[in-house]
């Protein structure tokens, strides 16, 4: 009798519009109920009935009811959905087609269809699909509904973590098409013979796409000159082609761990573009004197050559060759041997220079895969930054320098690295914080390079990393922009990198600009103001992708800790009300321990994100930069999770404290 009724109607929305509303985000909870994150202070509870409405991270409107003396929130309208496409696994749930996400916060299973021309036969339980929310409760439709667009793989193709990680990321799969053959370009472009000069590269045993080589001179009066040639893409890729456009697309070459994805057709990249020994190969290069004292003279010289590498060398040689005197593994020439001895003596300048004037960071080591042919883990190897990377890196840092004062005073733009310092609404903050703690520092000096290179290196000087790892999160981001501005997280006053054009499409503009210096021209086509944008955002996504695709094989490698009880040592990196983040020093592993598994007590423990600081009993025990041992308790392989807990016991303790 009621149904219909305008009145009836009149009177709900009226005592609807009575009711307090707030906005916020979701934050979906393992346990099913969910809160309302109006800001970073304030949430309110919501049931899990109401949670049945939204997905974690929705932004809406919510009505603020008041259940059993409680305040709790139900979600009313909808601001944005947080989820369109999303990754899951095909769930059959009394014959009809369900996906199940693979988030840690999505866990209900959300009916289906396939999309046109994807056959639901085609579909098998467990399957890793893409699929498509088409339908939400908070937009006056009955439940949440999906469409499959795409199969990824079988539920038990054991190259899954690959192939789910890609397409979850929206990121290729596989290497550019191949072209028949590849013509030199590059019309009206001299290049200089350097076939005779000896040029060293220096990589991992396993690279293939070499894309730099040196050459130093050590000079009598303590001066160096040095020579990088770094490889020449753009000599077979033309400006606005489609294989152009399409290396635009994919931004850089995506390395995960056990394979990569070339930003270019591995013909370029590993082959006829790659300074392999012994092979001719076209050159974009850099000559520049770098003085005793480590200071890069401002007499750049960019010019176009053919070289030919005359030594293919590695890391680890190079560094035992320095570090313990001889390599039983190479015996190098000594033409070579002239080569790894100047270029040693400028990075120790190098090293010197920027330690003392600009910003360096301690070295921390790199965690490679080691995987079976039917992509197990076999092991995870800790490989140091040893000397020959750091000579390397030196000669790098300096050629984008170079590079950088060149396309700046040229042209006024190109594709240039750039780091604002602290986050301007964070200065404040961050300079309190400093000061409180012996910095001695104004607001003036922070916000000049000069006064921030100054207070990192001051933050090295430091007995721990715990102000340091509290101070990180105050600074602003890196950035890609096309003017040029100081890097102040280097303490460099312009950045452009150039050295890695097989690697990356931003060096690929850059190298297209410095040819227009080479040929003398006084104009060149700006880049597109979208391009820095893009390649942030690519970049974003690939360590994305590359941090999922380790946590997942991580999860393999310590499956059967949790039974054996294995200690791992490991440092703090991140500190919330929730608990810590640990990193495992064996292995690079990401391990989350709860605050209820260091005391079960949640009135005795208190953890303090901005502080980065945990107090049990009143007293600090854990602090950010902390290394301690701890021992996994659970590995989620469904989240590809691993929860651990300290070693060392605080409820004895604190019992015989009560007692007394």
């Not at 910095?439 to 340091?468: C, H, K, M, P, V």
């Not at 880049?527 to 992708?545: F, I, N, S, T, Y």
Request: hydrophobic share 40%; with cysteine; charged share 30%.
């Amino acid at each position: 009798m009621f149904q219909d009724n305008p009145l009836l109607a009149q009177l709900k929305q009226q005592i609807k519009e009575s009711i307090p509303k707030k906005e916020g985000t979701i934050k979906a909870t393992e346990k099913g109920f969910g809160f309302l994150e109006v800001d970073s202070k304030t949430s309110f509870f919501i049931p899990p009935a109401y949670m049945k409405k939204v997905m974690h991270g929705d932004k809406v409107v919510a009505l603020i009811r008041t259940e059993k003396e409680k305040e709790v929130a139900e979600p009313d309208e909808l601001i944005e959905q947080s989820v369109d496409r999303f990754i899951g696994r095909v769930k059959m749930i009394r014959d009809k087609l369900n996906v199940v996400p693979d988030s840690p916060q999505l866990k209900d299973a959300i009916r289906a269809k396939t999309r046109k021309g994807l056959s639901q036969n085609a579909l098998a339980e467990g399957d890793w699909v893409v699929a498509h929310l088409v339908r939400h409760p908070l937009k006056g439709e009955n439940g949440f509904f999906c469409e499959i667009s795409e199969k990824i793989t079988e539920s038990n193709d054991k190259i899954a973590p690959w192939w789910v990680t890609l397409a979850k990321h929206n990121l290729p799969n596989v290497e550019p098409a191949p072209q028949s053959s590849w013509e030199m370009l590059d019309e009206g472009l001299v290049r200089e013979d350097l076939t005779d000069v000896p040029f060293i590269t220096i990589d991992s045993e396993s690279t293939k796409d070499m894309d730099d080589a040196l050459h130093t001179i050590a000079n009598e009066d303590g001066t160096f000159t040095l020579t990088i040639a770094i490889a020449d893409p753009t000599a077979y890729v033309a400006q606005e082609t489609d294989l152009d456009k399409e290396a635009r697309e994919r931004g850089f070459t995506i390395y995960l761990p056990g394979r990569n994805i070339p930003m270019l057709p591995r013909e370029l990249s590993d082959d006829l573009c790659s300074l392999r020994e012994e092979e001719v190969r076209p050159a974009l290069c850099c000559r520049v004197t770098v003085l005793a004292d480590g200071t890069i003279e401002d007499n750049a010289s960019f010019f176009a050559a053919t070289i030919k590498s005359q030594g293919r060398l590695s890391y680890d040689n190079v560094s035992d060759f320095f570090e313990n005197g001889s390599c039983e593994n190479w015996q190098p020439s000594e033409v070579i041997e002239e080569q790894v001895k100047a270029l040693h003596g400028l990075a120790k300048a190098r090293m010197q220079w920027r330690e003392t004037n600009a910003v360096t960071f301690p070295d921390r080591p790199d965690y490679r895969f080691e995987l079976s042919a039917d992509n197990d883990v076999v092991a995870i190897h800790v490989d140091p930054r040893r000397i020959a990377n750091r000579m390397v890196e030196e000669a790098m840092i300096t050629a984008n320098i170079c590079a950088g004062r060149a396309l700046r005073n040229a042209f006024g733009f190109g594709v240039f690295n750039t780091h604002a310092g602290f986050a301007p609404e964070k200065i404040a903050d961050a300079l309190a914080l400093v000061n409180e703690h012996g910095a001695e520092t104004t607001l003036e000096e922070l916000q000049t390079i000069e006064g921030f290179s100054a207070l990192r290196r001051w933050l090295n000087t430091q007995e721990t990393t715990y102000l340091d790892n509290r101070i990180r999160k105050y600074q602003g981001y890196s950035e890609i922009n096309n003017a040029p501005a100081p890097h102040f997280a280097m303490g460099l006053d312009v950045y452009a990198t150039w050295t890695s054009p097989i690697r990356k499409y931003g060096d690929m503009v850059n190298h297209r600009l410095l040819k227009a210096i080479i040929r003398g021209e006084t104009s060149a086509q700006t880049p597109d103001e979208q391009v820095g944008d893009e390649l942030a955002l690519h970049r974003k996504h690939h360590r994305m992708a590359e941090r999922d695709v380790a946590d997942w094989l991580y999860v393999r490698l310590l499956k059967d800790a949790v039974e054996k009880k294995t200690v791992f040592s490991a440092e703090i990196f991140d500190i919330n009300r929730a608990g810590m983040r640990t990193r495992l020093l064996e292995n690079g592993a990401m391990a989350f321990i709860p605050a209820p598994l260091i005391v079960d007590n949640k009135k005795r423990i208190e953890c303090n994100g901005d502080t980065g600081t945990i107090n049990v009993d009143g007293n600090l025990e854990f602090k950010l930069g902390d290394q301690i041992d701890v021992v996994l308790t659970d590995i989620k392989e469904p989240t590809r999770s691993i929860v651990g807990k300290p070693t060392r016991e605080f409820a004895v303790i604190a019992e015989k404290q009560e007692t007394e």
